[in-house]
């Protein structure tokens, strides 16, 4: 595709068209609301149908911080007007993984492409956007977009006009908060509860049991694979009893959540997040360069 082919009104409407299921994945995320992201990818439509985009490099890249924009402007106003999205008990539109691809992911696997980055983000439900609501605009979009979409630092910077140091800043202090990690200790013992419960119904393969302490809107996330809902996480859940059996309880950067040790060191990690006593995401990280970055902290 050469530089000119972008401006091109037919052209730069086709191109759009095709990243567009990932923008509103974004634009569901920071704001919660399925009618609101509409509302703001066309926003960003006007935008980019208005934009010289002949020296745009990555078009893909450069359409997320457009409706990153679009999106910030959209929270900041609702947080002054101190308004609620219409649709927050409605969960995001699912793109249920298989149980297969839930069990199947506990073997260390290369990192996701583009598209499983957008799976992961269309899959989170009310649980996530629960939590989220707690943070500010500007923390919201730099988690959301980091985290979730591989946004670099520089870009989420330019979006909310900071330094890549500040979005660094950002997108830690939401993650910290998304994580539990400043979750009261009495809190945290019932989240505790709550993960054992959780290993025991696995290691019986007690489907109801697990489903007793799943989040309707339960998202289980790993390297390959995502798993919603609290079907698909039991079914999945039921497959790993052995690993539950050995699994060490453990903080994993701040969270609740178990390890699975080989020879003294960390193998695989779960870390758990929750919403009213109820397990609403579970991450499951077994790549070996990313257990190496974890904090565990063995309970």
Not at 206 to 221: C, H, N
Not at 257 to 270: I, M, N, S, T
Not at 286 to 297: G, I, N, P
Request: some cysteine; hydrophobic content about 50%; aromatic content about 6%.
């Amino acid at each position: 595709m050469s530089a000119g082919d972008t401006n091109d009104p037919d052209f730069l409407a086709q191109r759009f068209e095709a990243h567009r299921a990932r923008l509103r994945a974004v634009a569901h995320r920071m704001l919660g609301s399925a009618t609101e992201a509409d509302d703001a990818v066309q926003e960003a439509w006007f935008r980019v149908s208005r934009s010289d985009t002949t020296r745009v490099d990555n078009l893909g890249g450069w359409l997320t911080t457009v409706v990153g924009r679009v999106c910030l402007d959209m929270l900041r106003s609702r947080k002054s007007r101190a308004e609620q999205p219409l649709d927050t008990t409605a969960p995001a539109p699912a793109i249920a993984a298989t149980p297969t691809a839930f069990a199947s992911a506990f073997t260390p696997t290369p990192a996701t492409d583009p598209e499983q980055d957008a799976l992961l983000a269309d899959s989170v439900g009310v649980a996530l956007l629960v939590v989220l609501d707690a943070l500010t605009p500007a923390e919201r979009l730099a988690f959301v977009l980091h985290d979730l979409f591989g946004v670099s630092y520089e870009e989420v910077a330019a979006v909310v006009d900071r330094t890549p140091a500040a979005a660094r800043q950002l997108a830690s202090r939401a993650r910290r908060r998304v994580r539990g990690a400043d979750v009261p200790e009495t809190d945290r013992a019932r989240q505790r509860q709550v993960v054992d419960a959780f290993l025991a119904a696995a290691r019986d393969g007690d489907f109801e049991g697990l489903l007793d302490v799943l989040d309707p809107d339960v998202v289980a996330r790993t390297e390959i694979g995502v798993a919603t809902g609290a079907a698909a996480v039991a079914r999945g859940a039921a497959t790993f009893g052995p690993l539950a059996g050995v699994g060490r309880p453990a903080l994993v950067d701040g969270a609740v959540g178990f390890v699975v040790l080989a020879e003294d060191k960390v193998e695989r990690a779960f870390k758990f997040a929750f919403v009213r006593d109820r397990i609403a995401a579970i991450d499951i990280v077994t790549d070996a360069e990313r257990v190496s970055r974890l904090d565990v902290a063995l309970i």
